[in-house]
């Protein structure tokens, strides 16, 4: 292949400047949108768009999110208390808070521990009771969402009408649960903060540290102090992964492999979105019209554009990368290689 210098297809001086301008521009949403979803107050969270998926690979998206019907963390089950009688329990919630308490009572003297028993004690009485006031209404709950289950598997149909009355059942079932996990989440916050008002009154008010296990999926083998769900690590790989590329396209510093990195990403939101007519529910309005290319569909060929070219070196850092040392290393592994660049 000629070189490029040769070549009747040469970029001129304005096209290399709009490059230069769409690779920044781009940069810079996606290091926006990872920078904003740092704030606390906004809540991000990666199962607000993946929970929602549709067309062909939404069950595969759902497959992501742990627990994401709360089937698991509302599994009701028996214990034995202190006096051998049979309780019933939600399993998940007893065992992390367990495995919370033990850990906590490492940390505190005498006093604090009889104090923090106290209000165990009294925290796992609450979530019993609970277990038991609501346990055939849960039992209800989940057989009928067996059965809708059974249905959709058994029955496929992909009528416009049928989408939309499955869908709307699928949210009805997760309101459903969840009512019933913040519920209980809200108790395990509860009894996080009492007892880290024990140590010190300054503390009242920690929470988030108890974690059931089908949140904690994979991190159970890999314990980190810093990242204690399944759920916060895929968060934080978003937030990271936005922010990165965002910042190495407006550098141009690795410009294609950030390219590269950012159409996947765009990839799997145009998956979980399927801008595709008949699909339920269609894109809101409000964002635009589509059929087939969304906006991000469009975004994602101007990805795929800026990294097939060396966009990078162009008032970039690449520059830099490419003539001291990436030039040399493409020389001696690719000879031909050259040429094309």
């Not at 202190?82 to 490492?106: D, V």
């Not at 965002?246 to 590269?260: E, F, K, S, T, V």
Request: include cysteine.
């Amino acid at each position: 292949m000629n070189n490029i210098k040769s070549s009747p297809f040469r970029f001129g001086f304005t096209a290399i400047v709009l490059i230069v301008l769409l690779r920044i521009a781009i940069g810079w949403h996606f290091f926006y949108e990872g920078l904003h979803k740092f704030d606390p107050a906004e809540g991000f969270s990666a199962k607000g768009f993946l929970g929602v998926a549709k067309g062909p690979a939404a069950e595969l998206y759902y497959e992501m999110l742990p627990d994401l019907d709360g089937v698991q963390r509302l599994e009701i089950g028996t214990v034995k208390d202190a006096k051998g009688k049979e309780q019933k329990t939600f399993i998940a919630y007893e065992k992390a808070w367990n495995q919370f308490f033990t850990q906590f009572l490492k940390k505190l003297d005498e006093k604090q521990t009889q104090d923090a028993n106290l209000v165990f004690n009294r925290y796992l009485v609450s979530l019993r009771n609970g277990a038991t006031d609501i346990e055939n209404e849960i039992k209800a709950f989940k057989e009928s969402k067996e059965r809708y289950e059974e249905t959709k598997r058994t029955l496929p149909n992909d009528t416009a009408f049928e989408q939309k009355r499955r869908w709307e059942a699928m949210m009805k079932y997760r309101s459903e649960a969840g009512t019933w996990i913040n519920m209980l989440d809200g108790m395990s916050n509860g009894l996080q903060s009492d007892l880290a008002r024990i140590v010190s009154p300054q503390l009242a008010g920690e929470n988030g540290k108890i974690i059931t296990e089908p949140e904690r999926g994979y991190l159970k083998f890999f314990p980190n102090p810093c990242v204690q769900s399944q759920m916060r690590a895929m968060d934080l790989a978003v937030i990271y992964g936005l922010s990165a590329i965002g910042l190495c396209m407006i550098l141009g510093i690795c410009n294609r492999l950030a390219c590269l990195g950012g159409a996947v990403f765009l990839v799997n939101v145009i998956l979980t979105t399927y801008p595709v007519p008949g699909v339920y529910p269609p894109l809101p309005t409000a964002v635009g019209n589509f059929m087939f290319v969304s906006k991000d569909g469009v975004e994602l060929i101007a990805m795929l554009f800026l990294a097939s070219i060396p966009a990078g070196r162009w008032a970039g850092l690449d520059y830099f990368l490419w003539h001291y040392g990436g030039k040399q290393i493409v020389k001696k592994f690719c000879p031909r290689c050259i040429e094309c660049e």
